[in-house]
């Protein structure tokens, strides 16, 4: 027996005489490739900025008013507070820790408004008894927006990603 099923045509994306419903128009905005590689920029600038172990920089990629919140749920509001919650662990554990991004991938949820996912290793972090820790993997997610043709982080949060058997 032989069935046939229907898929969705044009039309139901397509409104009278032809053009384009709101609907369809809001499903995925245009990726524009300005806008991904400034976006790619503020992730180096991140990465860059921690290696660094500089809080200044680091939060100088975040919006004014943006959420921070790290692998342990802590979290900080405000560039400001993110800048100074993490000034002293740059200073203690992570002090000597390279972070690397090994891949990203950025959706745009409207033309101002970015998902941005970050996976990231790193090596040298050290707890308070100050022993290496072994190699971390982890997941950055982030909202991203745009303010007078500038990215910034709107909210990002850590993730540690256990290790696979």
């Known amino acids: 027996?032989?069935?046939?099923?229907?898929?969705?045509?044009?039309?139901d994306a397509v409104g009278l005489r032809g053009r384009l419903t709101q609907q369809a128009l809001t499903l995925q905005p245009p990726l524009t490739r300005r806008d991904e590689a400034a976006i790619r920029n503020v992730v180096a600038t991140s990465v860059?900025?921690?290696?660094?172990?500089?809080?200044n920089a680091f939060a100088?990629?975040?919006?004014?008013?943006?959420?921070?919140?790290n692998v342990r749920g802590?979290?900080?509001?405000?560039?400001?507070?993110?800048?100074?919650?993490h000034a002293p662990i740059f200073a203690t554990s992570f002090k000597?820790?390279?972070?690397?991004?090994?891949?990203?991938k950025i959706r745009?949820?409207?033309?101002?408004?970015?998902?941005?996912?970050?996976?990231?290793e790193m090596t040298g972090a050290k707890p308070r008894d100050g022993q290496d820790l072994p190699l971390r993997k982890?997941?950055?997610?982030?909202?991203?927006?745009?303010?007078?043709?500038?990215?910034?982080?709107?909210?990002?949060?850590?993730?540690?990603?256990?290790?696979?058997?």
């Open 60 to 69: 100088r990629v975040f919006a004014d008013e943006a959420d921070f919140k």
């Open 108 to 120: 745009f949820i409207k033309p101002d408004v970015a998902a941005v996912d970050a996976w990231w």
């Open 48 to 55: 860059e900025a921690w290696n660094k172990h500089d809080a």
């Open 96 to 104: 000597d820790s390279p972070l690397n991004i090994s891949d990203s």
């Open 138 to 165: 982890g997941l950055l997610s982030f909202v991203m927006t745009t303010a007078k043709s500038q990215w910034f982080i709107t909210v990002m949060h850590n993730t540690d990603l256990p290790a696979c058997p």
């Open 1 to 11: 027996m032989r069935r046939t099923f229907s898929a969705p045509s044009i039309r």
């Open 74 to 85: 802590m979290s900080a509001h405000g560039r400001a507070a993110i800048a100074k919650f």
